[in-house]
T-cell receptor, first 112, second 113 residues
């Protein structure tokens, strides 16, 4: 059974600081996705990582994938309040791109 | 462009009542379709997915069922709701190219009383 674990589960940080969210998964996969969820809202796609060593950046967020270590990171640079949300990683279960298993989420709170 | 519609947005139903949630996708053909459930403050649990009309795979045995009567329509149903069915239900679709992300609907918040 594929397990996807995120840590930390909750992160409170000051504006302007940097931090990294980690996503570990238990089986071989070359596809990993990051999503953002605002309170009471649906999920919004942030990044699609499709190969070992893939790195994607959008604004203050940067995601990377190490398939050998079965690890993805979401790095936050100079956090701002607008980044407060819950972030989920999801791993393709069968490496065919059509079945995703989600991590438990990391709730990020950025304080002014 | 593709859009996904999910309704209703909120629903309060008594225990033992039936359920029908509907999801439609526009602007694409033969999408993979999914139903996820999110309990309060928790991650997402895959309930059902479909790769084509009439093709439904269930991930979690329970009192819920799904149907895909048309290419871009996905329905989640129950004959008798349980308290434990409360949660945030999300419909999602994915292109067949397998290099694209899941696109989620706005969700239905179901409260079973």
């Amino acid at each position: 059974e594929l397990k996807v674990e995120q840590n930390p589960l909750f992160l409170s940080m000051q504006e302007g600081k940097n931090y990294t969210i980690y996503c570990n998964y238990s089986t071989t996969s070359d596809r990993l996705y990051w999503y953002r969820q605002d309170p009471g809202k649906s999920l919004e796609s942030l990044f699609v990582l499709l190969s070992n060593g893939a790195v994607k950046q959008e604004g203050r967020l940067m995601a990377s994938l190490d398939t050998k270590a079965r690890l993805s990171t979401l790095h936050i640079t100079a956090a701002v309040h607008d980044l407060s949300a819950t972030y989920f990683c999801a791993v393709d279960m069968n490496n065919a791109g059509n079945m995703l298993t989600f991590g438990g989420g990391t709730r990020l709170m950025v304080k002014p | 462009s593709q859009t996904i519609h999910q309704w209703p947005a909120t629903l309060v139903q008594p225990v033992g009542s039936p359920l029908s949630l509907e999801c439609t996708v526009e602007g694409t053909s033969n999408p993979n379709l999914y139903w996820y459930r999110q309990a309060a403050g928790r991650g997402l649990q895959l309930l059902f997915y479909s790769v084509g009309i009439g093709q439904i795979s269930s991930e979690v045995p329970q009192n819920l069922s799904a149907s895909r009567p048309q290419d871009r329509q996905f329905i989640l149903s129950s004959k008798k709701l349980l308290l434990s069915d409360s949660g945030f239900y999300l419909c999602a679709w994915m292109e067949g190219s397998y290099n694209s992300p899941l696109h989620f609907g706005n969700g239905t918040r179901l409260t079973v009383t």
